[in-house]
């Protein structure tokens, strides 16, 4: 398996543009989380999904964002109007069953890097 | 809520033991890790620890748990300039939606000296 795999790898856009980032996930895996990273605030888990269904989007910071996974191979994660301080690192990681015990290490794309200028 | 935080830089010298501490609140959490991130990379999971667990060691790598102190620690014997990246510390603990989530430091950028 060629792992986690996002695109695009990186993104300039103007503000109050739409962005959208893909990802998709390690086949098999039925766990995938969006985690954005920053300087300030390091590793934010943003949303996760279990079984394309999503689980936990606390994380999310605003109704500027949404995230959606219509398939176990396939999600999406939408910034609509983007904003300069949504400029970060975005992650997507999958794993196979939850996050405790030997079988549960999450699996890391290599991110996009998102600017909103 | 779970909180998990670490100093943001380390420097040292090459050949020297690097050590990277962490401290996080959640006392339930039953698993800590350890990832890396290597420049222009995602996390890859280096190594972790259950919580019943003080130590465990696997190669250069030593992990300390006080869970007492609720304190984590990573320590890299004879540190090499390919350790150079970020080290993050995470805990897995239970969210308000009763499922499970990670939830990581900042991360410690571990920057060598030759």
Redesign the interface.
């Known amino acids: 398996d060629a792992g986690?795999i996002q695109s695009p790898r990186h993104e300039v856009t103007e503000m109050g543009q739409e962005v959208t980032l893909r990802c998709k996930p390690i086949s098999g895996h039925d766990y995938l989380?969006w985690?954005r990273q920053t300087m300030m605030?390091?590793?934010e888990?943003l949303i996760?999904f279990?079984n394309n269904v999503p689980?936990?989007d606390?994380g999310m910071p605003e109704d500027r964002f949404s995230a959606k996974m219509p398939n176990a191979s396939f999600s999406t994660l939408k910034i609509q109007p983007s904003e300069p301080r949504d400029s970060a690192v975005y992650?997507c990681?999958s794993s196979w069953g939850?996050?405790?015990?030997l079988n549960?290490?999450?699996?890391?794309?290599?991110?996009t890097r998102l600017t909103v200028v | 809520g779970e909180d998990v935080e670490q100093s943001l830089f380390l420097s040292v010298r090459e050949g020297d033991s690097s050590v990277i501490n962490c401290t996080y609140t959640d006392s339930s959490s039953?698993?800590l890790y350890w990832y890396k991130q290597e420049p222009?990379?995602?996390?890859?999971?280096l190594t972790y620890i259950f919580s019943n667990m003080d130590m465990k060691q696997d190669q250069r790598l030593t992990v300390l748990l006080n869970k007492k102190d609720k304190h984590l620690s990573l320590r890299i014997a004879d540190t090499q300039t390919g350790d150079s990246a970020i080290y993050?510390c995470a805990e897995?603990n239970i969210?308000?939606?009763g499922?499970?989530?990670?939830?990581?430091?900042?991360?410690t950028r571990l920057t060598i000296i030759p």
């Open positions: 986690v989380f985690y605030r390091g590793l888990l996760y279990n689980i936990d606390s992650f990681a939850s996050l405790r015990g549960t290490e999450a699996f890391f794309g290599q991110g | 039953t698993y222009g990379a995602g996390l890859q999971l993050f897995s969210s308000n939606f499922n499970e989530k990670l939830t990581f430091g900042t991360g």
